[in-house]
């Protein structure tokens, strides 16, 4: 028997319990810097050092970090239905925790590409500095999809959606477009189950929906239950 299709939207809060810290803070500043400054085409144009350093702190993080409970239920659920995951996050704790499955619609920390060409891109650890070149001698550059840039992975993660049987948000406010909008792709009768302690509103959902008002971990232990009843 076919399997049912699971489609996750996972954004900030889901990582929030290992550790990473949700980059806007509550005066709207990253990690005391002004979004326009670290994560803008214009940003990276006028300060790139700065912009390379702020990136390269995540990604030291994303070493010392683990998956949570949260990752850890979605990848056992792969067990039993066809578990999809679109996600916000650029870390790979989604991955790690053993999600087969996974489209970063806003790209990956663990991952590079050239200033003169999107599709060159590079798996990358470690620190990302002035000077680090492609093949060609261009510039490397944090593959993050910044403010302002395309998100090349939305039609994709739309194709996703459709497809759904049920579909899962967690760890996200709903407030990011275009990924907040994956929810109108999936058909009406498609039951929502949104897992977040201070749920959003969600505008416009015309699905069955049921809020589960716990964090990731806790209302994924919660979700699980009901799934596999």
Not at 10 to 25: H, M, N, P, Q, Y
Not at 88 to 104: F, I, M, P, T, Y
Not at 186 to 201: E, F, I, M, R
């Amino acid at each position: 028997m076919e399997k049912k299709k699971i489609v996750v939207l996972s954004g900030a809060g889901i990582s929030a319990e290992s550790g990473i810290k949700t980059f806007r803070d509550s005066d709207g500043l990253w990690e005391g810097h002004d979004i326009l400054d670290v994560a803008t085409p214009d940003g990276f144009r006028k300060n790139p050092k700065l912009v390379l350093d702020f990136y390269n702190q995540r990604r030291r993080q994303l070493h010392e970090v683990q998956p949570n409970k949260g990752h850890l239920i979605l990848a056992e659920l792969e067990a039993y239905f066809d578990v999809h995951i679109v996600t916000q996050n650029v870390d790979n704790l989604h991955e790690r925790a053993g999600s087969s499955k996974v489209l970063h619609l806003h790209g990956e920390l663990f991952k590079v590409r050239s200033v003169r060409n999107q599709h060159l891109i590079l798996d990358w650890e470690k620190d990302l500095l002035l000077g680090d070149t492609d093949p060609n001698g261009h510039q490397l550059r944090p593959h993050i999809v910044w403010f302002g840039e395309e998100v090349p992975a939305l039609e994709e993660a739309a194709q996703i959606a459709m497809e759904a049987d049920i579909f899962i948000v967690i760890g996200t406010s709903l407030q990011v477009y275009p990924a907040a909008g994956l929810i109108s792709f999936t058909s009406s009768h498609v039951p929502v189950y949104y897992v977040d302690p201070k749920p959003a509103q969600i505008p416009d959902v015309r699905n069955p929906l049921e809020i589960i008002a716990e964090v990731g971990s806790e209302g994924m232990e919660i979700l699980r239950r009901k799934l596999l009843k």
